[in-house]
C-alpha cells in the first residue's frame, strides 16, 4: 500500500500545516487550564450554573461568594474569570511557544512571557493571537542573543548573565510590544470579530462550513481552529459570555453522521471499521480518523459540507454558544463548554442530531448509488494517501487499518531513542547511519536522544521495543519503528528500503 | 595516555555462565586494567537492572551508570569471549565487552565498537580469533 503515493504535496499545504502544528503545540498543551477556566466560568458567572443560569432563575445575592469568585454584582471586574483569560491563558500559551522554540528550554518561555505581558496590558482584548506571536519572538530572539556570547561568559558569571540578558531583553520587548504591537493587534483582532459579527448578522455563518469542512479533510483542522477559531471565540466571549465559533470546526456531528453512513452502507472493510472509528471520534474528539472515509471517495466531501452547514444553522437559530473551546473536539467537550442556559443545550444537542443526520443522509445516498465493488485495501490505500496528505503518518489511522508504518512522505531526520540517550542509542544510530549513507541518502539526519529529550519534530523514530510505547507518547506524529537488536536489525533495511521509497 | 583495549583486557575463553558473572568478569578486567575503583562494577550491575545491554549481533556492553562516571580513571574496554553464549535476558552474549568511558569518550569507543559488530564477516573473525593480537587486529582501531 505504500506504493499509492499520493500526489506531490505542494509546498503552500505543507507549509500551512507546519504552521498549523505550530501552532496547536502552543494551544495544546494548555487546553487543561482552557478547561479549568470554562468550568470556572461554567460555575460561577452571573449566568452560571451555580446562579440556576441566572436573570429570572437568579437566586444568589449579588453580594454572595459566587460573585465574589465569578467577578458580578458587588464584585464586577473582579473575581477570576476575567484574570484567567486575560492573563492566564496568554501567558501560558507564550511561555509554551517561547519554550518550544528553543528547543524546550524554560528560558525561552519565560522572555517570551514577559514579552507577551506587555501586548496584553496594551490591549482591551484577550490577547491568544498576541500572545502566540510574542511568545515564540521572545524565545527565538533569546536563542539567538545567547549565541553571540554562548561560551564567553566567565566562569561563575554564567547565572548573572543568563539572568540579567533575560530580564533585560524581556523587558525590551514588553516595552515593545506595549507601544508597537498592541495597536497593531488590537487592529486585527478587531477586524477578526467585525468579520465573525458580519458573518453571524447576515446570517451566513453556515457558509462557513464549504471552507472549513474541505479544509479539514486535508488536515488544516488544527490550523483552523487553533489558529484562527479559538482565538477569535476567545474574543467573543470577553463581549457576550458565549461564542458560536468554538462550534464552527469542532462539532462532532458531521463526522458522526458519516462514519455511521459507512457503517451501515458501507463494503468491505471501511464499513467493519466505521464503528470503531465513530467512538473515537464522536466520544474521543479525534477527528482525523474520518478523514480517510473521506479521502477515500472525495464527493464525501458533499456530505460533509450538509452536515456542517447544518449544524452551524441549527446553532445560529438556536444562539448557542460555547463558554470555552471544546477540545478535542469530542461530544463531552461540547456539552461541557456549552454555556449554561436551556436554550444553548437544546440548540447543541439539536445540531448534533441534524447535523449528524444531515451527513448521514447525503452519505447514505452516495454510497448506496456507488454499486462498484469496494477493493478490500481502498481504506488502506486511502490510509496511506492521507497520511502523504498529512506529511506524516498517524498512528490514530495506522491503528484503524492495522497495517505497518507507511512512509509515503520523504523521511529526513530519523532519531534513535533510549533511555539514557547515551548507549545503546548512540550504537544504533551509527550502525543505520552508515546503512543510510551506503544507501546514497546523505541528506538524512540520524542522531540519538534520550527519550525525555524526545521532541515531536523527526520523521522516524527507533526505540527498543520495550520502549516505543513511551517514545509514541513524546512523537505522536513520528512513523515509529522497534528494534531488538541493535547490530543487525533486519528493521534497518526496511528503513532503508521505507526512505527509498520515500524518494520514489 | 593508556590504549584503550589492552592484550590484558582480552579473554578468549571466559569463565561465566551467568550473566551477573560475566559482568563481574567483565568489571575485574577493568579493575585490573586500572582504568576504574572497584565501585564502578557494582555501577555496571546497576545499569543492566535498568535496560540490557545487550546488543544484538551475539554482542552486549556492559558499562556503568551515568553517576558512576567519577570512578573512571581512564577510558578502556574489555573484551571476553563465550564459547557457550552467556544468557543475556533471554538473549545469546559471545561476546561480552566491558565499556569504561572517560567524559565524552564512551560514543566514539560505542561508535566504532558498533561499525565493527554490524559487519557479519567481521563477527566471524572475532570468532575464530586465536590469540589476544588476533582480536587486537580487529578491535584496535577503537580509540578515543
Given amino acids: ?504 | 595516555m593508556a590504549e584503550v583495549l589492552s592484550a590484558e583486557a582480552i579473554v578468549l575463553g571466559g569463565s561465566a555462565t551467568t550473566r551477573d558473572e560475566a559482568i563481574d568478569e567483565a568489571g575485574r578486567l577493568l579493575v585490573a586494567a586500572g582504568a576504574v575503583e572497584e565501585s564502578y562494577v557494582a555501577a555496571m550491575h546497576e545499569r543492566e537492572t535498568s535496560v540490557s545491554t545487550f546488543m544484538g549481533n551475539g554482542l552486549a556492553i556492559p558499562h556503568g551508570t551515568n553517576e558512576a562516571k567519577s570512578a573512571i580513571r581512564h577510558t578502556a574496554i574489555t573484551f571476553v569471549r563465550y564459547a557457550d553464549p552467556i544468557d543475556w535476558k533471554g538473549q545469546p552474549a559471545e561476546f561480552v565487552v566491558g565499556i569504561a568511558g572517560a567524559g565524552d569518550d564512551h560514543l566514539t569507543v560505542l561508535q566504532s565498537l558498533a561499525m565493527v559488530f554490524m559487519e557479519d564477516d567481521q563477527i566471524a573473525r572475532l570468532r575464530a580469533a586465536s590469540s589476544a593480537d588476533d582480536v587486537l587486529a580487529i578491535l584496535g582501531d577503537v580509540q578515543v
Avoid at chain 1, 225 to 247: C, E, M, R, W, Y
Avoid at chain 1, 346 to 352: M, Y
Fill in chain 1, 1 to 504: 500500500m505504500a506504493s499509492t503515493t499520493a500526489a506531490p504535496r505542494t509546498g503552500a499545504r505543507v507549509s500551512v500545516q507546519k504552521f498549523g502544528t505550530f501552532l496547536s503545540n502552543m494551544v495544546m498543551p494548555n487546553i487543561g487550564a482552557f478547561i479549568a477556566w470554562g468550568l470556572i466560568t461554567a460555575l460561577f458567572i452571573e449566568n452560571g450554573w451555580l446562579n440556576l443560569g441566572g436573570e429570572d432563575h437568579a437566586w444568589l445575592s449579588p453580594g454572595s461568594w459566587v460573585a465574589h469568585i465569578g467577578g458580578w454584582g458587588d464584585y464586577a471586574g473582579g473575581g477570576i474569570v476575567g484574570p484567567m483569560i486575560t492573563y492566564l491563558l496568554p501567558l501560558l500559551i507564550a511561555y509554551t511557544g517561547g519554550r518550544m522554540v528553543y528547543d524546550n528550554e524554560p528560558r525561552g518561555g519565560v522572555v517570551g512571557a514577559i514579552a507577551t505581558m506587555g501586548v496584553i496590558a496594551g490591549t482591551d482584548v484577550p490577547m491568544f493571537m498576541g500572545a502566540m506571536i510574542m511568545g515564540p519572538v521572545g524565545g527565538w530572539s533569546m536563542k539567538k542573543i545567547d549565541a553571540i556570547w554562548d561560551g564567553k561568559i566567565r566562569p561563575g558569571f554564567e547565572m548573572l548573565v543568563n539572568n540579567f540578558s533575560a530580564g533585560i531583553w524581556g523587558g525590551l520587548l514588553a516595552t515593545f510590544g506595549f507601544f508597537a504591537m498592541s495597536p497593531v493587534l488590537d487592529q486585527i483582532v478587531k477586524g477578526g470579530q467585525k468579520i465573525i459579527e458580519f458573518l453571524s448578522d447576515h446570517n451566513i455563518l453556515p457558509f462557513t462550513s464549504f471552507i472549513i469542512e474541505p479544509a479539514k479533510v486535508l488536515f488544516l483542522n488544527n490550523a483552523i481552529n487553533h489558529g484562527i477559531l479559538t482565538p477569535l471565540g476567545s474574543a467573543d466571549v470577553q463581549d457576550h459570555g458565549k461564542s458560536i465559533v468554538f462550534l464552527l470546526e469542532a462539532n462532532p456531528a458531521a463526522g458522526a453522521g458519516l462514519l455511521l453512513a459507512f457503517a451501515v452502507f458501507g463494503k468491505g472493510m471501511s464499513k467493519s471499521s466505521a464503528p470503531g472509528a465513530f467512538i473515537i471520534h464522536f466520544f474521543g474528539g479525534i477527528h482525523e480518523i474520518y478523514f480517510p472515509y473521506v479521502l477515500m471517495k472525495p464527493k464525501l466531501i458533499v456530505a460533509m459540507i450538509a452536515g456542517g452547514f447544518t449544524q452551524i444553522l441549527i446553532n445560529v437559530i438556536f444562539d448557542v454558544g460555547l463558554r470555552a473551546p471544546a477540545a478535542p473536539g469530542s461530544v463531552f467537550a461540547v456539552y461541557i463548554q456549552t454555556n449554561s442556559s436551556v436554550k444553548d443545550y437544546v440548540g447543541v444537542t439539536l445540531s448534533i442530531v441534524c447535523g449528524a443526520a444531515a451527513s448521514f443522509v447525503v452519505a447514505a445516498m452516495m454510497l448506496r448509488a456507488d454499486k462498484s465493488e469496494e477493493a478490500e485495501d481502498d481504506l488502506a490505500g486511502a490510509t496511506a494517501k492521507m497520511e502523504a496528505l498529512k506529511g506524516k503518518s498517524s498512528s490514530v489511522a495506522s491503528a484503524l487499518v492495522g497495517g505497518t508504518a507507511v512512509a509515503t512522505q520523504q523521511i529526513r531526520s530519523i532519531v534513535f531513542a533510549c533511555d539514557a540517550g547515551m548507549g545503546s542509542s548512540a550504537m544504533g544510530a551509527s550502525v543505520l547511519r552508515k546503512k543510510i549513507q551506503d544507501a546514497g541518502h546523505p541528506e538524512v539526519t540520524v542522531v540519538n536522544k534520550s527519550i525525555a529529550n524526545l521532541v515531536d519534530d523527526y520523521d522516524l523514530v527507533v526505540t527498543h521495543q520495550d520502549l516505543t510505547d513511551r517514545a509514541r507518547e513524546k512523537t505522536p506524529s513520528a512513523i515509529h519503528v522497534s528494534v531488538d537488536n541493535f547490530m543487525g536489525s533486519p528493521r534497518y533495511d526496511e528503513i532503508v528500503d521505507m526512505i527509498d521509497e520515500s524518494r520514489g
